[in-house]
T-cell receptor, first 116, second 112 residues
Framework: AQKVTQAQTEISVVEKEDVTLDCVYE???????LFWYKQPPSGELVFLIR??????QNEISGRYSWNFQKSTSSFNFTITASQVVDSAVYFC?????????????FGTGTQQKVEL | GAGVSQTPSNKVTEKGKYVELRCDPI?????LYWYRQSLGQGPEFLIY????????DSGLPNDRFFAVRPEGSVSTLKIQRTERGDSAVYLC???FGNGELFFGEGSRLTVL
């Protein structure tokens, strides 16, 4: 069975601070995908990244960066220089590649609050 | 519209009633997914369509839940004999094949 754990329920930071959101996953599959989604107050889930289990390179996109460590089954997400618009719930998710990649198992989310 | 459209955005019903939730995916997207999100939780997979057929319905909680996609575009999630525990936000998503999933804003169902 697949499982995604986001131990941080809520994180509050001040604008311009860096923050790292933790994600630990469990799967028996050797091939899988990992995702991060952002859910602002409007409720719509916004795709941030998809990473194949064979690609352990870290990735940077603007103020966002992701650290994938297969040895510890973690896929952590860092926001640099946080802005108020970053306030949202962030979900980590996992899918089995053999099932087509979009049947996702989500974590419980981390509420990120950025204050002025 | 350009995105995934879901109607109604809010639905309040009484226990025991029948409910239909509609999803209009992005034009041309072959795959359509339904997820359910309870308060304070992550979305949970319900069912996945590839074209008109349900490719995987393993997430439907019981036989009160049913979904259709008769023409391979719009999908309807149907819930019979609603219970208070069915209260949640029902999210629809679509993708082109196994590409990026695009989610709608959801239909919030409240069963009194």
């Amino acid at each position: 069975a697949q499982k995604v754990t986001q131990a941080q329920t809520e994180i509050s930071v001040v604008e311009k601070e860096d923050v790292t959101l933790d994600c630990v996953y469990e799967t028996r599959d050797t091939t899988y995908y990992l995702f991060w989604y952002k859910q602002p107050p409007s409720g719509e889930l916004v795709f941030l990244i998809r990473r194949n289990s064979f690609d352990e390179q870290n990735e940077i996109s603007g103020r966002y960066s992701w650290n994938f460590q297969k040895s510890t089954s973690s896929f952590n997400f860092t926001i640099t220089a946080s802005q108020v618009v970053d306030s949202a719930v962030y979900f980590c998710a996992l899918s089995e590649a053999r099932r087509g990649g979009n049947k996702l198992t989500f974590g419980t989310g981390t509420q990120q609050k950025v204050e002025l | 519209g350009a995105g995934v459209s879901q109607t109604p955005s809010n639905k309040v019903t009484e226990k025991g009633k029948y409910v239909e939730l509609r999803c209009d995916p992005i034009s041309g997207h072959t795959a359509l997914y339904w997820y359910r999100q309870s308060l304070g939780q992550g979305p949970e997979f319900l069912i996945y369509f590839q074209g008109t057929g349900a490719a995987d319905d393993s997430g439907l909680p019981n036989d009160r839940f049913f979904a259709v996609r008769p023409e391979g575009s719009v999908s309807t999630l149907k819930i019979q004999r609603t219970e208070r525990g069915d209260s949640a936000v029902y999210l629809c998503a679509s993708s082109f094949g196994n590409g990026e999933l695009f989610f709608g804003e959801g239909s919030r169902l409240t069963v009194l």
